[in-house]
């Protein structure tokens, strides 16, 4: 069954097929903002996907339900050892590598953000790491490459904009088998895409002004920034106008949603 085959059969009932989102937010607060912002700048409802919070637990996923996957950010560092990784992240982590392997294989529709870069990098056998390239919360400005020219969700764009990052790992090159789209001045791996189908940022294409200074907040001890910045960082997000990220993430969905 082919992605754009939009529906599946149950009980020889046909159902429409739905996106699947996978998170990784073990705060309450920050995965609900997360979820809403994917909703609203993907122009989605939420009867068309399917939110699975993987702090809670992996269910079985066959891939043949949904018309994509979306995986988001979180506190999780896909390069930390073992020891140093959450509970629950040593739990969904293999299962989520398995699927990114199936996903790859099927050139399946993806779009990841932040750790959905890294892990879609590290199932790729690319080098992601704490070493060099991490951003703290905030805007920058995102450059794409001649390769975004004529890239589906990238082409028309404009060649620089600004977008909203924050975090500690990144990929340290660009992911064996993956096109460069998209590069900053602090991070040269911004955007990539495997085969036809397969995208991952480490911006966050869901992100604005609020949520920023949301995630300020509950992340102001985890180490992504000094907390005696939060305040200073919160008020910069607010004058930022940032757009440009939010029409990938319509792009994507209106692509293949069918």
């Known amino acids: 069954m082919r992605y ?44 068309e996907v399917v939110r699975v919070e993987m702090n809670h637990g992996m269910p079985d996923l066959d891939l043949d339900d949904y018309w994509a ?17 959450y509970d629950y992240q040593r739990i969904f982590e293999p299962e989520l590598r398995k699927l990114l392997i199936e996903v790859v294989r099927r050139d399946f529709p993806y779009l990841g953000a932040c750790y959905g870069l890294s892990v879609l990098a590290e199932a790729l056998g690319g080098q ?6 991490g951003e703290s919360p905030g805007a920058t400005t995102i450059e794409l490459t001649g390769d975004a ?5 990238l082409r028309g764009l404009p060649d620089a904009f600004r977008a909203f990052v924050g975090h500690k790992e990144s990929c340290q090159d660009v992911p064996p088998g993956a096109t460069l789209l998209a590069g900053s001045e602090g991070c ?11 995208y991952a940022t480490q911006f966050h294409p869901e992100l604005d002004g609020e949520g920023l200074a949301l995630r300020i907040e509950i992340y102001r001890h985890d180490g ?5 910045e939060a305040d200073y960082l919160t008020e910069l997000g607010h004058r930022e106008h940032i757009t440009v990220p939010q029409e990938i993430l319509r792009r994507f969905v209106a692509r293949y949603r069918g």
Do not use: W
């Open 188 to 198: 040269p791996v911004q955007a990539v895409r495997v085969g036809e189908h397969v």
């Open 4 to 47: 754009a085959d939009c529906t599946r059969a149950i009980d020889n009932v046909v159902m429409p097929k739905s996106c699947l989102l996978l998170q990784l937010r073990p705060e309450q607060a920050a995965s609900d903002q997360e979820y809403h912002a994917i909703l609203d700048a993907g122009g989605l409802t939420p009867a």
């Open 69 to 85: 996957v979306i995986v988001g950010g979180g506190p999780s560092n896909i390069s930390y050892p073992e020891d140093r990784k």
């Open 128 to 133: 992601v790491s704490t070493e060099k390239y």
């Open 149 to 153: 020219d004529a890239d589906p969700l």
């Open 224 to 228: 992504y920034f000094d907390p005696a």
